[in-house]
């Protein structure tokens, strides 16, 4: 009788045992997909100098020799506040999805880098009227830059992530950048 009961026990222990694992699995894939699985944006920024409707303009002049590998010879403190175009595709044709409004300063002595600083708003598709907000640190002599999204509002409100940075084309200040946001927010911040 006593070898039956505990042999019992251990069945249900196992039963139990295998019912948490499986709860525990759902738990976790439904944890990946609410929070964890961050929202992939692709889009290119065209930052324009010249032409009839400038959208970046340089409001100071830095100081001191041009930095070494800015192509534009850009100094030290220099300034520049943009309102660019963000589009689908590379070309200045391609379906505009927003906007990238902000500055950046040139904070360093050594590279050419940049202290950037930017809100995005969405105007098109899913994310119509949202916005991220992007600061970090652009150095414009490397491949691919790392900047971080530090909040969002309406789908992004409370966002976290970062944006994978690169010059996709550049013709004297005129420069097309390719821009990859992964952006991570929280369900409950959202309303959702
Ligand atoms: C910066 O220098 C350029 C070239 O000398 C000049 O055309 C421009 O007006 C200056 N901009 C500012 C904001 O001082």
Same mark, same amino acid.
């Given at each position: ?55 970046? /303009?340089?409001? +100071? ?19 520049? +506040? ?5 589009? @689908? ?34 105007? @098109? ?20 830059? @790392?900047?971080? +999204?530090?909040?969002?509002?309406? /789908? ?19 420069? +097309? ?16």
């Amino acid at each position: 009788m006593l070898n039956m009961a505990s042999l019992l026990t251990s069945a249900s222990l196992a039963t139990l045992l295998m019912g948490m694992a499986i709860v525990f699995f759902a738990y976790a894939v439904a944890g990946v997909d609410a929070q964890d699985a961050p929202k992939h944006l692709h889009f290119y920024m065209h930052d324009g100098y010249t032409g009839p409707k400038p959208t970046a /303009v340089q409001i +100071v002049n830095g100081t001191g020799q041009p930095l070494k590998g800015s192509g534009g010879g850009a100094r030290f403190g220099d300034t520049v +506040v943009m309102d660019d175009r963000l589009t @689908e595709g590379p070309t200045p044709a391609s379906r505009v999805v927003g906007r990238a409004q902000g500055f950046y300063v040139t904070a360093s002595q050594g590279d050419p880098a940049m202290l950037l600083t930017m809100n995005v708003l969405l105007t @098109e598709g899913p994310y119509d009227g949202s916005s991220l907000t992007v600061m970090g640190r652009n150095n414009i002599a490397t491949t691919e830059r @790392e900047l971080a +999204v530090v909040g969002g509002t309406g /789908v992004f409100r409370m966002a976290t992530g970062y944006v994978l940075w690169k010059t996709a084309s550049w013709r004297g200040r005129n420069a +097309v950048l390719e821009l990859d946001a992964y952006v991570y927010v929280s369900p409950a911040a959202a309303g959702a």
